[in-house]
Nanobody, 126 residues
Framework: EVQLVESGGDLVQAGGSLRLSCAASGFTFEDYTIAWFRQVPGKGREGISCISSSDGHTYYTDSVQGRFTMSSDAVKKTMSLQMDDLRFEDTALYYC???????????????????RGQGTQVTVSS
């Protein structure tokens, strides 16, 4: 059974930092491009960072570039998102995701076929 379990979400003041973690199981982790998405109620899921399974390159959207850092550990089957200089607009439910099918290039559009966790809430107070 595929499982992705996020942790680390919290309430934090603007300018602060948080580190999100995700533990994966049930699939061959190194074969999948992995990503973090976030969602605000009433809006679609927004892809914010991605590590390509083919070349290990990390991509970020403009909204988080320079503030967020994504990393992964294929041995431990974990991924993390270090979030610094948090802003009110970063408030969202954050999901770790494995893009389906295996070997998919990085993309920031979510597919219902992707594997994802239940999410962890990040709330930034202004």
């Amino acid at each position: 059974e595929v499982q992705l379990v996020e942790s680390g979400g919290d309430l934090v003041q603007a300018g602060g930092s948080l580190r999100l973690s995700c533990a994966a199981s049930g699939f061959t982790f190194e074969d999948y491009t992995i990503a973090w998405f976030r969602q605000v109620p009433g809006k679609g899921r927004e892809g914010i960072s991605c590590i390509s399974s083919s070349d290990g390159h990390t991509y970020y959207t403009d909204s988080v570039q320079g503030r967020f850092t994504m990393s992964s550990d294929a041995v431990k089957k974990t991924m993390s998102l270090q979030m610094d200089d948090l802003r009110f607009e970063d408030t969202a439910l954050y999901y770790c995701t494995a893009l389906f099918p295996p070997g998919t290039p990085c993309r920031f559009l979510y597919s219902d076929r992707d594997y994802r966790g239940q999410g962890t809430q990040v709330t930034v107070s202004s």
